[in-house]
Nanobody, 122 residues
Framework: QVLLVASGGGLVQAGDSLRLSCVVS????????MGWFRQTPGKEREFVAA????????YYADSVKGRFTISRDNAKNTVYLQMNSLKPGDTAVYVC???????????????WGQGTQVTVSS
């Protein structure tokens, strides 16, 4: 069983930065392409970013391109999401996910974590 545990969320002001982490256990981390999604009440889950399992390929939603950076450390079984220039519209529960595919894309994903809350005040 693959377990994903996200952390690093919090309450920040607009313009601030935050780094989320997601630790994966239960399987070979390097076998998975990793992604970040976010969800707010009443809205569909939104893709944020993905990092492929090989070759370092990344893929971002237009809404975060240039502000967010996804990275991974295979030695630590961890994927990160560095979020800069945060806006109130970035407020959401951020969830990490894993897919057994070499391609960084917005889906589908096979495993999901529990999420971490990010709140950006104006």
């Amino acid at each position: 069983q693959v377990l994903l545990v996200a952390s690093g969320g919090g309450l920040v002001q607009a313009g601030d930065s935050l780094r989320l982490s997601c630790v994966v256990s239960g399987h070979t981390f390097s076998s998975y392409t990793m992604g970040w999604f976010r969800q707010t009440p009443g809205k569909e889950r939104e893709f944020v970013a993905a990092f492929s399992r090989s070759g370092g390929g990344t893929y971002y939603a237009d809404s975060v391109k240039g502000r967010f950076t996804i990275s991974r450390d295979n030695a630590k079984n961890t994927v990160y999401l560095q979020m800069n220039s945060l806006k109130p519209g970035d407020t959401a529960v951020y969830v990490c996910a894993a897919r057994y595919s070499a391609v960084a894309s917005d889906g589908p994903y096979d495993y999901w974590g529990q999420g971490t809350q990010v709140t950006v005040s104006s």
